[in-house]
């Protein structure tokens, strides 16, 4: 009847928005972010291919990210129904097996997308898409690897997002200055992926996730963290003086500065204060990137 909600037991059919939560559009930012900085760092001007980006923003963000969000919550839904029960699958309003159709369903989705804007973004497609079952699923489950699991999601969100943009918008494979430079900012976001950990370390110590922090202890994880994210840094600053951007490198230079300063902060107390410098000096880093396509974008 009209106006009538159904119980969650006899729903067959989940609402629009259980499908939009289940997606978590808090979650696209960051690869859509590294989108556009693959936008910028291809020096294309953005009238000439304005429908390529539109479609490309959707697919590194609703589409690839969103599916990748679908397919860790199906294979955490056991874990889920004990510590988030309120989330779609766990509290039934992703009823059944409609969290693995979502998946399903996306997985194909992203794979016609990626194919009708060109080969190169297809191909980063089908990689993006494998690295978010991988992560998720079993056998390999890279989510429980504290090396391998930060490894995945930084090649996913960063460099795949970034190429994925540098290639919408020349038509096929970036300039080798920008596969460098993604590939190096890709390196030290397994860093970030890191600091995520540290929210969930008793938790995982319980249901036996090998991340780093639990591995190596709080104070060396955030150690490694640091320098994972501080050294690719330094490398992109002396490649941008290097290929004939000073003043970028400058800037990029600036901002590890900068980071090198918060993560005394953080280290002090990795636990307490990895909330901070993520809201800090994780900030410093995505605006590092930008930067940077800023002056590759003179370069290629």
Same mark, same amino acid.
């Given at each position: 009847?009209?106006?009538?909600?159904?119980?969650?037991?006899?729903?067959?059919?989940?609402?629009?928005?259980?499908?939009?939560? +289940?997606? %978590?559009?808090?979650?696209?930012?960051?690869?859509?972010?590294?989108?556009?900085?693959?936008?910028?760092?291809?020096?294309?001007?953005?009238?000439?291919?304005?429908?390529? +980006?539109?479609?490309?923003?959707?697919?590194?963000?609703?589409? /690839?990210?969103?599916?990748?969000?679908? !397919?860790?919550?199906?294979?955490?839904?056991?874990?889920? &129904?004990?510590?988030?029960?309120?989330?779609?699958?766990?509290?039934?309003?992703?009823?059944?097996?409609?969290?693995?159709?979502?998946?399903?369903?996306?997985?194909?989705?992203?794979?016609?997308?990626?194919?009708? !804007?060109?080969?190169? /973004?297809?191909?980063?497609?089908?990689?993006?898409?494998?690295?978010?079952? $991988?992560?998720?699923?079993?056998? $390999?489950?890279? %989510? &429980?690897?504290?090396?391998?699991?930060?490894?995945?999601?930084?090649?996913?969100?960063?460099?795949?997002?970034?190429?994925?943009?540098?290639?919408?918008?020349?038509?096929?494979?970036?300039?080798?200055?920008?596969?460098? $430079? +993604?590939?190096?900012?890709?390196t030290g976001a397994h860093g970030i992926m890191v600091l995520n950990d540290f929210k969930?370390v008793e938790g995982d110590r319980v249901s036996n996730v090998r991340s780093l922090p639990?591995?190596?202890? /709080?104070?060396?994880?955030?150690?490694?963290?640091?320098?994972?994210?501080? $050294?690719p840094q330094v490398i992109v600053a002396v490649l941008l003086a290097r290929w004939g951007?000073?003043?970028?490198?400058?800037?990029?230079? +600036?901002?590890?500065?900068?980071?090198?300063?918060?993560?005394?902060?953080?280290?002090?107390?990795? &636990?307490?204060?990895?909330?901070?410098?993520? &809201?800090?000096?994780?900030?410093?880093?995505?605006?590092?990137?930008?930067?940077?396509?800023?002056?590759?974008?003179?370069? /290629?």
């Amino acid at each position: 009847m009209d106006g009538v909600t159904l119980p969650l037991a006899t729903r067959r059919v989940p609402r629009p928005r259980d499908v939009l939560e +289940l997606l %978590k559009p808090v979650t696209w930012f960051p690869p859509m972010w590294a989108f556009m900085c693959g936008v910028v760092s291809s020096g294309v001007p953005l009238s000439e291919r304005w429908g390529f +980006l539109v479609a490309g923003m959707m697919l590194a963000g609703p589409l /690839v990210c969103g599916n990748s969000q679908a !397919i860790n919550d199906w294979f955490d839904r056991h874990v889920d &129904a004990i510590n988030e029960p309120k989330r779609p699958i766990p509290s039934g309003r992703i009823p059944g097996r409609w969290g693995l159709y979502i998946a399903i369903g996306g997985t194909v989705l992203s794979f016609i997308v990626g194919a009708l !804007i060109n080969p190169w /973004v297809f191909a980063a497609t089908i990689l993006g898409v494998f690295l978010a079952w $991988i992560y998720s699923a079993p056998p $390999i489950r890279a %989510k &429980a690897n504290g090396w391998w699991g930060p490894g995945v999601c930084a090649a996913a969100y960063e460099g795949l997002t970034w190429f994925t943009g540098a290639a919408v918008m020349v038509g096929g494979l970036p300039d080798a200055k920008i596969l460098i $430079i +993604l590939a190096l900012y890709a390196t030290g976001a397994h860093g970030i992926m890191v600091l995520n950990d540290f929210k969930a370390v008793e938790g995982d110590r319980v249901s036996n996730v090998r991340s780093l922090p639990v591995l190596l202890g /709080v104070n060396r994880a955030a150690m490694v963290a640091c320098f994972t994210m501080a $050294i690719p840094q330094v490398i992109v600053a002396v490649l941008l003086a290097r290929w004939g951007s000073p003043f970028v490198a400058a800037l990029v230079m +600036l901002s590890i500065a900068f980071q090198f300063l918060l993560m005394q902060r953080l280290l002090s107390d990795p &636990a307490k204060h990895a909330p901070f410098y993520n &809201a800090t000096g994780t900030t410093l880093y995505v605006l590092g990137m930008l930067v940077s396509a800023i002056g590759l974008r003179a370069l /290629v």
